[in-house]
């Protein structure tokens, strides 16, 4: 994923707990999750595209 190994995550995750604390790293994590959720169901919509129709 992205290059990272193990370590580079883990060192990642234990500075994000640091900086932001038990209590809102799920919040922060429930947030992306819908950020990517969204992000993904807008790339699969079929929809024309505007510039297209003329």
């Known amino acids: 994923?992205?290059?990272?190994?193990?370590?580079?995550?883990?060192?990642?995750?234990?500075?994000?707990?640091?900086?932001?604390?038990?209590k809102k790293l799920p919040e922060i994590g429930a947030g992306v999750g819908g950020c990517i959720r969204s992000f993904k169901k807008g790339l699969?919509?079929?929809t024309p595209d505007k510039t297209l129709q003329d």
């Open 44 to 46: 699969s919509e079929d």
């Open 1 to 22: 994923m992205f290059g990272l190994g193990t370590r580079e995550l883990l060192v990642v995750l234990a500075i994000a707990f640091l900086i932001f604390g038990g």
